[in-house]
C-alpha cells in the first residue's frame, strides 16, 4: 500500500514556540491534506493544497497555521506560536484526484506544555 | 458547511453477528462517502467508500450502502471478528467546485466484538 511519511513522530514543544510538521505524500498524488485529532475525539479538517496553493481551508485554520510545499515533496504545517489546544494528534493525507479517497501518514503527536 | 452525525457512539456485538454503523449528512451537494478504520494509536484507514452515483457496495464482510434522497449511508460488517473491534468514522466530501475539497468526519463508533 502507498506510504504517507510523517516527521517527526512525536514533538513536545512550550506554548508561544512555533513548530513546523513535515510530510512526505506519495510521488504521484497531488492534493494534499492536513487534519487534526485532539485525543479521544473526531478527525477534523484543517487545510487542502493543490498546485502550490491552498485549495481549502476550515475555521480551524486562522493566521496561526500555514502551510507550503517548500521543495516539490515536502509538505510542511507550520504553528507560528503554538498554544496548549493545539495539542493533537495531526495527519496528512494524499489523493491523487479531488474525491478520491485520502491515504492517512500514521501522524505527528504535537504536545504543548 | 457540512454536519455529519454518526450513530451510535458504542456498538457491542458477538463475534460472529452482523455490525451496522449509521450516518446522516446535511449537503446535498456531497458526492463521496468514506469508511475509516482506527485502531488505537492509529491513522485512520480506508476501508470502503461510495460514491455518490451507486446505492450500495460490497467487499467481502464490508458494505457500505448509500441513500441521497434522505442523506444517510451505512456500514454493514457481517460474521465480526475480534480483529474488526476498533473506532470507525465515517466521512463526506461535499463538491465546492474549489478543488480540494476536505473530509468532515462523524464523531465515530467504538465497535467491540465479545468473543
Known amino acids: 500500500e502507498p506510504e504517507v511519511t510523517q516527521t517527526p513522530s512525536h514533538q513536545v514543544t512550550q506554548m508561544g514556540q512555533e513548530v513546523i510538521l513535515r510530510c512526505v505524500p506519495i510521488s504521484n498524488h497531488l492534493y494534499f491534506y492536513w487534519y487534526r485529532q485532539i485525543l479521544g475525539q473526531k478527525v477534523e479538517f484543517l487545510v487542502s493544497?493543490?498546485?502550490?496553493?491552498?485549495?481549502?481551508k476550515s475555521e480551524i485554520f486562522d493566521d496561526q497555521f500555514s502551510v507550503e510545499r517548500p521543495d516539490g515533496s515536502n509538505f510542511t504545517l507550520k504553528i507560528r506560536s503554538t498554544k496548549l489546544e493545539d495539542s493533537a494528534m495531526y495527519f496528512c493525507?494524499?489523493?491523487?484526484?479531488?474525491?478520491?479517497?485520502?491515504?492517512f501518514g500514521q501522524g505527528t503527536r504535537l504536545t504543548v506544555v | 458547511g457540512e454536519n455529519v452525525e454518526q450513530h451510535p457512539s458504542t456498538l457491542s456485538v458477538q463475534e460472529g453477528d452482523s455490525a451496522v454503523i449509521k450516518c446522516t449528512y446535511s449537503d446535498s451537494a456531497s458526492n463521496y462517502f468514506p469508511w475509516y478504520k482506527q485502531e488505537l494509536g492509529k491513522r485512520p484507514q480506508l476501508i470502503i467508500d461510495?460514491?455518490?452515483?451507486?446505492g450500495e457496495k460490497k467487499d467481502q464482510r464490508i458494505a457500505v450502502t448509500l441513500n441521497k434522497t434522505a442523506k444517510h449511508f451505512s456500514l454493514h460488517i457481517t460474521e465480526t471478528q475480534p480483529e474488526d473491534s476498533a473506532v470507525y468514522f465515517c466521512?463526506?466530501?461535499?463538491?465546492?467546485?474549489?478543488?480540494?475539497?476536505?473530509?468532515?468526519f462523524g464523531k465515530g463508533t467504538h465497535l467491540i466484538i465479545q468473543p
Open positions: 493544497f493543490y498546485n502550490n496553493e491552498i485549495s481549502e
Open positions: 466521512a463526506v466530501r461535499g463538491y465546492s467546485g474549489g478543488g480540494a475539497d476536505g473530509l468532515t
Open positions: 493525507a494524499a489523493s491523487n484526484y479531488p474525491g478520491t479517497e485520502a491515504f
Open positions: 461510495i460514491r455518490s452515483n451507486v
